[in-house]
């Protein structure tokens, strides 16, 4: 979120305490937000003047309110006491000041159109309090623009691709406890006792296994559902807080959840289908849990080795967060150039002030930008480095004992897993990284080919044409098989790796030509 110079003193003031329960933001100036929703017009919404408030204010039904600034200057007033005022001082105001404020150049702005609070911002309604209109206009007040201009500027803010990561990402920052416990802790808990329901419970856990997957696809599903909307009254909603129940607004996060609800929803009847059409194939999967339990019954060290690489990525992502924080905050603060007329009174000076009234944004050199995508492909290749290293290890622990024969040793519970570690640090990383390399190298041209239709505009839009129909499915289709090819001969190649030692290029050969003699 960009702020103005006001919004800049917020945010540095923001350590007092007096104003760290001021979590909304206001637009003060409704001719700002008017000019900034013009089609044409070169003054946009971040170089409107806004301040933080506790709530949304509303007009009064027989007079007018008022929003003024932060008291300072010759405004002896506290935070605390300007809040239980309703933010309005105007009474206090000497002539020089009401006649600023009568030209919307503050310190004190009319209250003329209702606002709600939606994803902590102030959401203008196009609707103006008539009686508010009046007393402003008897007041000599200047004239104040009417228009759905100004409810769609502020919505169009809210609702912009950035600023809802912005909110997606704060929502992680509160709810980090909860993703550690239910998406890193409870998970690996989860893989050691179905490991050990495998070991006991061999002969149920394929049916076991397919009914809690379903059920969880169908919970998940209902979920979506109710959050959507679709099912009860429990529909997520932008506007925060007690409002008029006949307002409404849109917001992208719904249009997200009701897409994700389509989509498990085709997944759950997949699912479905899928569980019924293998049924005979699960009783052919009993056979082969049977083998794996006596592979973690033989090799146990496998039961706690995914402990490792979990404890691996978790130091891993740590380190990689607390860079990429530091590369996200080092642009430069620059104030934007805005053709309009953002004058207002400044109560340190005494004076109307028509510098640094624009908005500011974050400047980031070439240098920076490089940094930052460098850093984003090095998490990915790193995140699949780490799998395919787990992949190989599993694959030459279970090798080992394959080679055996099934035969019993007292050292058979340790040494295949410390053992194909081992080899895996001595003789194939190099192949291991090439292997993630040339995943990741993959999928990130798929991503910015994605990222590139968006800007382009065609991501949503179809060709009309049947030829460019065909190309734009067939280019879709040919970027998802390619990434799923390589993905299944990357997890092939890691099994020959760990069996033969041989290079990446030589293994994925390899395992191509048994892949395809056994199928043809």
Not at 151 to 156: G, L, Q, T
Request: hydrophobic share 45%.
């Amino acid at each position: 979120m960009i702020w103005t110079t006001k919004g800049i003193y917020v945010a540095i003031r923001m350590l007092i305490p007096n104003l760290r329960e001021l979590e909304l933001r206001y637009w003060v100036n409704p001719n700002q937000v008017y000019e900034s929703g013009l089609k044409d017009s070169q003054f946009k919404l971040a170089d409107a003047r806004s301040i933080c408030l506790l709530d949304c204010p509303i007009p009064s039904e027989d007079s007018l309110n008022w929003v003024c600034d932060y008291p300072e200057g010759d405004i002896h007033l506290t935070i605390d006491e300007w809040i239980d005022r309703n933010y309005d001082y105007f009474e206090f105001l000497t002539p020089d000041m009401r006649n600023t404020s009568l030209q919307l150049q503050g310190p004190c702005y009319p209250v003329i159109y209702p606002s709600v609070n939606v994803f902590w911002s102030c959401q203008f309604i196009a609707r103006a309090s008539n009686m508010s209109l009046r007393h402003w206009q008897q007041m000599g007040g200047v004239n104040i623009n009417e228009g759905l201009q100004i409810d769609k500027s502020i919505h169009k803010s809210i609702n912009s691709r950035s600023a809802v990561l912005k909110r997606y990402m704060a929502d992680i920052g509160k709810a980090w406890p909860v993703l550690i416990v239910c998406g890193g802790i409870v998970p690996l808990f989860l893989s050691v006792i179905w490991l050990l329901m495998i070991r006991h419970f061999v002969a149920g856990m394929p049916w076991i296994t397919v009914i809690l997957f379903n059920i969880l696809i169908i919970s998940v599903t209902m979920s979506f559902y109710l959050k959507a909307g679709w099912i009860g009254n429990d529909a997520v909603s932008p506007i925060i807080g007690e409002h008029d129940p006949y307002i409404h607004v849109s917001g992208r996060e719904l249009t997200h959840l009701r897409g994700a609800a389509i989509l498990m929803t085709a997944v759950m009847a997949i699912a479905i289908l899928a569980s019924i059409a293998i049924v005979r194939r699960i009783l052919m999967a009993t056979s082969v849990l049977k083998v794996a339990a006596k592979v973690i019954g033989e090799v146990q060290a496998l039961m706690i080795f995914p402990v490792i690489p979990y404890t691996i990525l978790a130091v891993f992502y740590m380190f990689w967060f607390s860079a990429a924080f530091h590369l996200f905050s080092s642009g430069q603060v620059r104030q934007n150039n805005c053709s309009s007329n953002c004058c207002a009174y400044d109560l340190g000076s005494k004076r109307v002030s028509c510098e640094r009234c624009c908005g500011y944004s974050i400047h980031y050199t070439p240098h920076i930008g490089v940094a930052i995508l460098f850093h984003l492909f090095g998490c990915y290749w790193a995140t699949h480095f780490f799998i395919a290293c787990s992949a190989t290890v599993i694959a030459g622990s279970v090798a080992s004992y394959y080679w055996a024969r099934g035969d019993t040793s007292p050292e058979i519970p340790f040494l295949p897993v410390f053992a194909s570690m081992k080899r895996l640090v001595r003789y194939n990383l190099g192949s291991v990284a090439i292997g993630s390399l040339v995943l990741s190298f993959v999928e990130s041209i798929r991503f910015i080919l994605e990222a590139i239709r968006r800007k382009l505009k065609v991501y949503y839009t179809v060709p009309e044409g049947w030829i460019g129909k065909v190309a734009y499915h067939s280019s879709k289709c040919s970027l998802k098989c390619v990434e799923w090819t390589i993905k299944s001969v990357n997890r092939n190649a890691y099994i020959m790796i760990a069996i033969m030692g041989k290079s990446f290029f030589k293994s994925s050969a390899i395992a191509t030509e048994l892949i395809s003699s056994i199928t043809s």
